[in-house]
Structure formats: C-alpha cells, structure tokens
C-alpha cells in the first residue's frame, strides 16, 4: 500500500510543473485525494483533494492561493491523481505531497488522511 508522488522539479517564476501521484495496493477510487505542500519549519499546508469520481474539486482558499493557478485531477483508470500548477510563484516553493482520506470533509485537516506519499520538491526560482 504506498503512494509514489512525481514531477517536482526547478522552474522559473510563470512556469508550469504538472505532479503526479501514483497509488499502489489498494482500492484507488474508494479514496478522496489530496495535494499538501510543506516548506522548512512550516506545517503541512492544505492545497487540494478531489473526491471519488473526480466530479468535486476543493482547493486552498487562502491568502495568495492556489485557486485559480492549480488543478487537480484524477484518473482512477491508472490509479494516478495529478496536480497541474500554472503561472508559478516563487512563494509556491515547497515539497508537496500526495495523501488519501476515506471520508469526505475535512479536506483541510492533515490528520484525517491516513497515508501519504513521500514528496516532491518543488523549487520556483529565476
């Protein structure tokens, strides 16, 4: 049972990096999905989830959000939900991690998703 998060890497301010996270070892699409992302000596950050089917997207709503810049996305197909970041800010610099969560709610609270991915760097930089 694991999560192998991908496509993190070093991209100029305005760029794109699409992050993919690949699930293993169980019911993939029994699963919301989430998107954190965590920077030195900070907390783990809320940015997405996506629900079961893909039909309902939540993202972070706060200040200098994400909103608007990030999407996320699922195929249950290739147990894989994805995270497309646009017109990247240097303030976007973080690893990010995959998680899953059973229930739906909550989707900001880091301690309802109970398995996680190992992370990907992030690094927005000219």
């Known amino acids: 049972v694991q999560l192998q998060a991908s496509g993190g890497g070093l991209v100029q301010p305005g760029g794109s990096l699409r992050l993919s996270c690949a699930a293993s070892?169980?019911?993939?699409?029994?699963?919301?999905m989430g998107w954190f992302r965590q920077t030195p000596g900070e907390e783990r950050v809320f940015v997405s989830a996506i629900r079961w089917s893909g039909g309902s997207t939540y993202y972070a709503d706060y200040a200098d959000s994400v909103k608007g810049r990030f999407t996320i996305s699922r195929d249950n197909a290739k147990n894989t939900v994805y995270l497309q970041m646009n017109s990247l800010k240097p303030e976007d610099t973080a690893v990010y991690y995959c998680?899953?969560?059973?229930?739906?709610?909550?989707?900001?609270?880091?301690?309802?998703?109970?398995?996680w991915g190992q992370g990907t760097l992030v690094t927005v930089s000219s």
């Open positions: 998680a899953r969560k059973y229930y739906s709610g909550n989707y900001y609270r880091a301690t309802d998703y109970d398995l």
């Open positions: 070892g169980f019911t993939f699409s029994n699963y919301v």
